[in-house]
């Protein structure tokens, strides 16, 4: 079960995946997390990716590829995996079907005015990428993670200024990925505004409607 989930920045694309790699017994692989894994220990690649998220800009699509198709060679994905955050762009979505083939491109909707809510409210645990939401999915002590007890913090690209030119550059270089994948029958839409339980409930049904297993 080849999953990719789709959607501007804050539709919570990566707390429905969370839930839904239980559900469906698949990992859910975030493109973010897998860049933050480098920045942590400091590589030269690392810091490079640093610098372009604090500026609020995607990282390019030959680094990215080459990061996805390693992962994608891992045993734990040999029943499947739910892609997070990647491909961003037609290069991207091409090149993945050239060692993968998505079964399903799930389209998570959402508002502007909610997405710039949801993002500036966004807390993370810096060890562990682990996302929480100061209103809607708080620790259970507030600013700290549940399972380290580390402080959280606000990554930089969650910040208004940035969240704006993330929104920006998904318009302009993402959205297309609605129309390639919809011209391909992979395309489901899926209402993100309800919480991400809901989500994930119409996740699960939408699947069984539509026989993917």
């Known amino acids: 079960m080849n999953l990719i989930f789709l959607g501007p920045p804050g539709a919570g694309k ?3 995946a969370d839930l839904a790699k239980d559900a469906l017994g698949i990992p859910h692989i975030s493109s973010g997390q897998l860049f933050r894994e480098q920045i942590k220990i400091g590589s030269p690649l690392g810091k490079r990716v640093e610098a372009i998220l604090k500026a609020g800009n995607l990282v ?46 799930i389209n998570f909707t959402l508002s502007e005015e909610r ?24 620790p259970k002590v507030a600013g700290f993670d549940d399972e380290t007890g580390e402080a959280l913090i ?18 302009r270089e993402t959205r297309p990925l609605i129309d390639h994948y919809m011209e391909k029958g992979l395309l489901l839409d899926l209402d993100a505004s309800p919480s991400p339980r809901e989500v994930l409930d119409q996740l699960l049904l939408l699947m069984r409607e539509k026989g993917i297993h």
């Open 154 to 171: 606000q990554r930089p690209d969650d910040r208004k200024e940035a969240i704006l030119n993330r929104l920006e550059v998904y318009l």
């Open 60 to 105: 390019d699509d030959e680094t990215t590829i080459e990061f996805v198709r390693e992962r994608l060679g891992h045993p734990d994905v040999a029943r499947g995996y739910i892609l997070d955050g990647f491909p961003r762009t037609i290069a991207q979505a091409e090149a993945l079907c050239a060692f993968s083939r998505p079964e399903a491109v």
């Open 14 to 16: 990566g707390t429905v």
């Open 115 to 138: 997405i710039l809510r949801r993002l500036e409210g966004r807390r993370v645990a810096p060890s562990t990428g682990r996302n929480y939401h100061i209103l809607y999915n708080p």
